[in-house]
């Protein structure tokens, strides 16, 4: 069972699949090597026959999967790039405000003419796309508590404390915690979701941000993120789409595998229907372009490391045609392909 330099003892099969519950699968890929994060081993993705669901198989243990983060920092709240300055840099902060008080409500303290000549000026879909996830998808509520379930060094709860949140985070890694807390004043609880015993029905959002990918009992845990939201609270589920073309034109090179961390991958279809299972009422499931240059000059090699926060795509002939692959998944999206990058799921508590 072991893949090469992994003990047995620290691995599992993964059993039937959590979508459906069927036991057919076949191999998509096998001889992966994390080419972010350094865990060793090769590694293997079978795809469920009955539901397309990618399952990695063998993979570590709960006990074990900590291993797969010994080399693995990016969810440490790296560094902001070098904020741009200049004319052009302050036109785009109020564009930004301006799209998002048009679109989530949150205020921009713009006058009404800037305002509604900002929110045109948006850069289509690159900048409607990182606003939305800038907010998590959810619109202005003053005094809101927001809980992020995989929180790691807390970059997304800052944001969101300074919208108007307040804020709660969640997340199994220390050394996470340990950031989140010291540099950023952060109240955020080490170990999973199901460990805190929240009250039932506390939060108004819960926020899993590229998280379910990560867990061994997906459904469980959306059962559990359910039961902690208010009625008619939002959740928000962001992960890696098997169906992008990212993940058709590079293969093995698609940054969304990221054995041995990713235990599972979704298409729209199979996340709505685990979202329905667990007893949630979907509002909406979508794919997003949102990092869809980073997805190609990864896998074509042109970058190694993934970006920090703020960084732009390069200039010359690598950036150009990685925007040009985004606007060809973009124009998918547009005539009804779920081809981006990362699936967006709301969903609500009944």
């Given at each position: 069972m072991s893949p090469?330099?992994?003990?047995?003892?620290?691995?599992?099969?993964?059993?039937?699949c959590p979508v459906c519950a069927g036991t057919g699968r076949r191999r998509a890929?096998?001889?992966?090597?994390?080419?972010?994060?350094?865990?060793?081993?090769?590694?293997?993705?079978?795809?469920?026959?009955?539901c397309g669901l990618l399952v990695l198989d063998p993979r570590y243990t709960p006990a074990e999967i900590g291993r797969a983060y010994d080399e693995y920092d990016h969810h440490l709240a790296p560094p902001q790039a070098e904020p741009p300055r200049g004319a052009g840099a302050r036109w785009g902060e109020?564009?930004?405000?301006?799209?998002?008080?048009?679109?989530?409500?949150?205020?921009?303290?713009?006058?009404?003419w800037?305002?509604?000549?900002?929110?045109?000026?948006?850069?289509?879909?690159e900048g409607a796309e990182a606003v939305g996830f800038s907010v998590m998808y959810l619109p202005h509520?003053?005094?809101?508590?927001?809980?992020?379930?995989?929180?790691?060094?807390?970059?997304?709860?800052?944001?969101?404390?300074a919208l108007g949140w307040r804020v709660m985070g969640v997340d199994p890694d220390a050394r996470a915690v340990d950031a989140a807390t010291r540099i950023h004043g952060l109240d955020v609880r080490r170990g999973t979701l199901e460990q805190q015993r929240f009250p039932s029905g506390r939060f108004d959002a819960v926020v899993l941000?590229?998280?379910?990918?990560?867990?061994?009992?997906?459904?469980?845990?959306?059962?559990?993120?359910?039961?902690?939201?208010k009625p008619g609270g939002r959740l928000v589920v962001v992960t890696p789409n098997v169906e992008s073309l990212g993940h058709r034109r590079l293969g093995t090179a698609w940054i969304g595998l990221q054995p041995p961390?990713?235990?599972?991958?979704?298409?729209?279809?199979?996340?709505?229907?685990?979202?329905?299972?667990?007893?949630?009422?979907?509002?909406?499931?979508?794919?997003?372009v949102r990092n869809a240059e980073f997805?190609?000059?990864?896998?074509?090699?042109?970058?190694?490391?993934?970006?920090?926060?703020?960084?732009?795509?390069?200039?010359?002939?690598?950036?150009?045609?990685?925007?040009?692959?985004?606007l060809a998944e973009w124009a998918l999206t547009l005539v009804g392909r779920e081809a981006g990058e990362e699936i967006v799921l709301l969903a609500t508590r009944p």
């Open positions: 090469v330099g992994v003990p047995d003892a620290s691995l599992e099969r993964a059993g039937p890929y096998e001889g992966l090597r994390d080419t972010l994060g350094g865990a060793p081993g090769s590694w293997s993705f079978d795809r469920c026959e009955e109020v564009v930004t405000r301006a799209y998002r008080r048009h679109v989530y409500g949150y205020p921009d303290g713009l006058p009404g800037l305002r509604s000549v900002a929110r045109l000026a948006v850069p289509y879909p509520r003053p005094g809101g508590e927001l809980l992020d379930v995989g929180c790691g060094g807390g970059a997304q709860l800052v944001q969101m404390r941000s590229h998280t379910i990918e990560h867990v061994h009992a997906p459904e469980a845990l959306l059962r559990e993120c359910g039961r902690v939201l961390r990713h235990l599972y991958l979704f298409t729209c279809a199979t996340l709505r229907r685990l979202a329905e299972s667990a007893g949630l009422r979907v509002v909406s499931v979508r794919s997003s997805a190609w000059l990864l896998g074509r090699g042109v970058l190694t490391q993934w970006p920090r926060p703020g960084q732009r795509p390069p200039g010359g002939w690598a950036g150009v045609r990685a925007r040009a692959f985004q």
